[in-house]
């Protein structure tokens, strides 16, 4: 049993990155010809016909906007799937999701900067508990290695 949680993008985020992006760009919708994307919106991979789109996202801007952080020069913003229109969220399951390959587990502090990273082979409730052992952890961002692209967000139970 999971004790921590992965938590999508909000649906009131993603009707704001559905208007304009967090680069101030439109939605460009497109019918995905070959699966396989990592929605973020459900936090699933995208299935062959669905509408979805590539945006720009800056998650920790988003997160400091609403808690007071500064985090300077460690407000990134990187391209994210996201269904093209509205989606039910993620369904309930075991384990956390995108865990098929190798992941970073990098931790933030209360004022948004980031306190480290861990390679690991799949996030579980081991890496995150090792994350949330330090006190002065805020957050955690889970990150594809390849690419560095933001998955999903994991905060203190």
């Not at 929605?39 to 991979?45: I, S």
């Not at 579980?124 to 006190?135: C, E, G, N, Y």
Request: glycine fraction near 10%; include cysteine; proline fraction near 9%.
């Amino acid at each position: 049993m999971t004790t921590y949680r992965a938590r999508p993008v909000t649906p009131a985020t993603l009707k704001e990155l559905r208007t304009a992006d967090d680069s101030g760009r439109p939605l460009s919708p497109f019918t995905d010809a070959e699966g396989g994307a990592p929605l973020r919106c459900c936090l699933r991979r995208s299935v062959p016909g669905e509408r979805i789109a590539l945006v720009s996202y800056a998650p920790l801007r988003r997160w400091a906007a609403g808690t007071g952080a500064e985090p300077g020069a460690y407000d990134e913003q990187g391209p994210v799937f996201i269904h093209a229109d509205e989606c039910g969220g993620p369904e309930e399951r075991e384990g956390y999701p995108f865990a098929n390959d190798h992941r970073t587990v990098r931790r933030y502090s209360a004022d948004g900067h980031i306190l480290g990273g861990e390679l690991v082979e799949a996030p579980d409730d081991d890496a995150f508990r090792t994350a949330f052992d330090d006190p002065s952890v805020a957050l955690v961002h889970v990150r594809a290695v390849e690419y560095g692209c933001f998955l999903y967000e994991v905060r203190r139970p």
